[in-house]
């Protein structure tokens, strides 16, 4: 099936460790994007990238970090240096230029 | 950057009854505007779009209509069922290209009631 598929669904980490999500897709989609959701706060764009080796900040940018080696992957990672890393995250992906996302299912982290 | 205004926060409706989400949004050089379902523990799915050149779409029972004078947009879903209960977001483009993915609103929490 064509889809997006994050992982793990689940994840808890200790304070002061890095964590990486994982983000999958071949839906053959040219661009990536990262959401963090919080209760009553929507989705806010973390980073994103159009193109492989190419990516941007996007609103909330401090303590993560991304790459895009191949056009298939997009993994975040949440750095110690993120406050307040407890949160649902979103990632999506589109073809250039039509707006529509396609999301995958979410990874929740707790950080205990 | 865009910013994208949803109201109400939470709309509880009677089943058959119908329901209005509004948003507002501040670039005037967006030209589309899609709302997004979400069902609690999953990911957002599109639910309907328009753009910018229409000014209603409809698709069964839900509809979204289009008012670029007055920069706001709203979703319309008639006769409800249980199974619309969920928390839906409007969105329009951060960037005008929408290359630089989607600015959402804060999502509306709608609940069917029996």
């Known amino acids: 099936d064509g889809g997006i598929t994050q992982s793990p669904k ?23 994007y990262w959401y963090r959701q919080d209760p009553g706060q929507g989705l806010r764009l973390i ?3 159009q193109i492989v080796n190419d990516f941007q900040k996007g609103d909330i940018a401090e303590g993560y970090s991304v790459s ?20 649902f995250y979103l990632c999506a992906s589109s073809w250039l230029g039509t707006g529509e996302l396609f999301f995958g299912e979410g990874s929740r982290l707790t950080v205990l | 950057g865009e910013n994208v205004e949803q109201h109400p926060s939470t709309l509880s409706v009677q089943e058959g009854d119908s329901a209005v989400i509004k948003c507002t949004y501040s ?7 899609p709302w997004y379902k979400q069902e609690l ?9 328009i753009r910018s050149n229409v000014g209603e779409k409809k698709d069964q029972r839900i509809a979204v209509t289009l ?34 993915g989607l600015t959402f609103g804060k999502g509306t929490h709608l609940i069917i009631q029996p």
């Open chain 1, 10 to 32: 689940y994840l808890f980490r200790k304070e002061g460790q890095n964590v990486t999500l994982s983000c999958e897709q071949n839906l053959n989609h040219d661009a990536m």
């Open chain 1, 47 to 49: 980073y994103y990238s």
């Open chain 1, 68 to 87: 895009r080696e191949k056009k298939e992957s997009f993994p975040l990672t949440v750095t110690s240096a993120q406050k307040n890393p407890t949160a």
């Open chain 2, 27 to 33: 670039d005037s050089a967006s030209n589309y505007f």
């Open chain 2, 41 to 49: 523990g999953k990911g957002p799915q599109l639910i309907i779009d």
């Open chain 2, 67 to 100: 008012n670029k004078t007055a920069k706001h947009f709203s979703l319309h879903i008639t006769e409800t069922q249980p199974e619309d209960s969920a928390v839906y977001f409007c969105a329009a483009p951060a960037g005008g290209g929408g290359a630089d």
